[in-house]
């Protein structure tokens, strides 16, 4: 004889505010004009927006760590004679004697860490590019780095940006802000707070650094994320 299938609970809105704490289910059920229903009906389009976020966000980093890796890359060839594998370069900016960014230095050695299950496995680079986080790419991208990576490197992996100098600080202060505001997304997300309301700017942000990376890159995002589609299905 089969087991029979344990029965499912029934909840109310009133389990979820206990779940979720109060404070945090407060805000919606001042937006849902004090109904309990209402308010769980908006915490649960809430986490269909973070996620839709979620999956915008990761289509625009696995495109910019790419074309960053390939200008790492391309930069590390050229520029100091190596392989290719930039990452294991001790002259890279942020390794050097002074001048090294113990932060920087420090997540690449836990992204080849982790890539190499501690060094169980041969390095395949990228596994370790893809252990790096947004916060790492974006830094690269600081003014500290302006002169040793924007100029000689990185600022060609952005050729469709709208300005005359692509070279200057300006167009490099241009993608490190909008960056940043998408890490703080990011961040958002990750946290499991509401992002709803910051979702359109952020999507905008998603298409604005991917069409200056590639128009095709933005044209993707935009019929595959579901931002905007999600955002329209608001419950009240």
């Known amino acids: 004889m089969s087991k029979a299938i344990p029965s499912v609970p029934a909840w109310t809105a009133a389990d979820l505010r206990r779940l979720v704490s109060a404070d945090r289910f407060e805000p919606y059920l001042t937006d849902a004009a004090g109904s309990p229903e209402a308010a ?5 389009w809430s986490g269909r927006v973070a996620g839709a976020v979620y999956e915008e966000l990761g289509m625009a980093e696995i495109v910019l760590r790419n074309v960053l890796d390939c200008q790492l890359c391309l930069f ?3 520029r100091l004679r190596g392989n290719g594998q930039w990452w294991a370069e001790p ?3 942020w390794a050097l004697g002074r001048r090294r960014d113990q932060r920087l230095a420090d ?3 836990v992204a080849r860490r982790q890539a190499t299950d501690g060094g169980l496995h041969p390095v395949v680079p990228g596994k370790v590019v893809a ?3 947004f916060g790492f790419w974006r830094y690269l991208l600081a003014s500290k780095y302006y002169t040793a990576l924007w100029v000689p490197a990185l600022n060609a992996a952005f050729p469709h940006l709208p ?5 200057s600080a300006s167009a490099n202060r241009m993608v490190f802000d909008v960056l940043g505001n998408l890490n703080r997304a990011r ?3 990750a946290h499991h707070e509401p992002v709803a309301a910051s979702a359109c700017a952020c999507h905008n942000d998603i298409l604005k650094v991917a069409g200056w990376i590639d128009p095709k890159a933005r044209a993707w995002i935009n019929d595959a994320g579901r931002i905007t589609a999600v955002l329209a299905t608001r419950p009240c």
């Open 163 to 167: 300005v005359r100098d692509r070279k």
């Open 91 to 93: 002259q890279m900016p």
């Open 187 to 189: 961040n958002r997300v």
């Open 107 to 109: 997540q690449v050695s």
């Open 76 to 78: 590390h060839r050229r």
């Open 40 to 44: 769980a009906s908006l915490y649960a």
């Open 131 to 133: 252990e790096l986080h």
